[in-house]
């Protein structure tokens, strides 16, 4: 790694952040490395006084893999890999203020979300991260034998009902298409690290395969709650300028409504990752 990079955790179990690296400029291949080892490592990772444009954030973010055109939101013009995640001072509600992994709906849920902020409250609109490794390693040797065979059904499906008290309104397009709904492992091994990780999300996840979602709610409740015990989280506190690069196969985040009256507001990438396996 290169000397004028630094890494250092900022909880037990994800969250590292980076010292010495500027991402709005081309990255070389050791740094590269570097910032990529330091992602898989601590799952989630954050670089602050950063100074980007749509195009320098939609280059560092290609290093990475192909990015997504969101069709779930209005992404920003003329930077259509960008969705602008913003809460403005007269709104109730939020996007993604609950736990859970980006895209998890579709057949190749997100590998990462790259989220710079740009405004933000000069406190709370924290996020929070929790390593769902340590969620499986966690589990009892029966729970995770059990779970190893099971699939899990997402569907984006309540999509519409997600306007109320926001200011990020759902695409108008995405009334006029189908659900996206795909089926996957309830236990993923991370294609990079081949570790294993715990794969259900709340507000995604509607049912085991094979079973009525009344049937799968026990074990799906009980996992969720599993899933973000406190020794598995981080707390990020953001400041203007801040990114984080957190990756969606083996972590989920959640984002605290606990400011009003003020802005929030930043540029969030995602790279697409694979099919779960
Ligand atoms: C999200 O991408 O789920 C939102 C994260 C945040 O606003 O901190």
């Not at 390693?137 to 190893?148: E, I, V, Y």
Request: proline share 6%; aromatic share 10%.
């Amino acid at each position: 790694m290169p000397e004028r990079i630094t890494v250092k955790p900022i909880a037990g179990f994800c969250g590292a952040e980076i010292d010495g690296v500027d991402l709005s400029q081309p990255l070389d291949d050791e740094t590269f490395e570097a910032v990529q080892q330091a992602f898989l490592d601590h799952l989630v990772i954050f670089f602050r006084d950063q100074n980007l444009t749509p195009d320098q954030q939609i280059a560092f973010g290609r290093r990475f893999g192909e990015l997504r055109i969101s069709d779930q939101y209005q992404p920003l013009d003329a930077h259509p890999e960008i969705l602008e995640i913003g809460k403005e001072p007269d709104a109730t509600d939020i996007v993604g203020n609950l736990w859970h992994c980006d895209e998890s709906f579709l057949e190749r849920p997100a590998l990462g979300s790259i989220l710079y902020i740009i405004e933000c409250p000069e406190f709370g609109g924290d996020t929070m991260f929790a390593n769902q490794y340590a969620a499986y390693n966690a589990l009892s040797p029966g729970m995770q034998d059990m779970l190893s065979s099971m699939r899990a059904v997402y569907s984006d499906g309540t999509l519409q009902q997600r306007n109320k008290g926001r200011s990020m309104k759902v695409h108008p397009d995405a009334a006029n298409r189908p659900s996206y709904d795909a089926v996957h492992p309830v236990v993923r091994i991370h294609a990079q690290t081949g570790r294993k990780s715990l794969f259900v999300h709340r507000p995604y996840t509607v049912r085991f395969d094979g079973m009525t979602a009344d049937e799968s709610r026990p074990l799906l409740e009980f996992l969720y709650a599993h899933a973000s015990r406190p020794e598995f989280t981080c707390r990020f506190r953001w400041e203007k300028g801040s990114v984080a690069f957190w990756d969606n196969r083996c972590a989920q985040h959640y984002a605290l409504n606990d400011y009003s009256g003020v802005r929030r507001y930043g540029h969030r990438i995602t790279v697409i990752g694979d099919v779960p396996h």
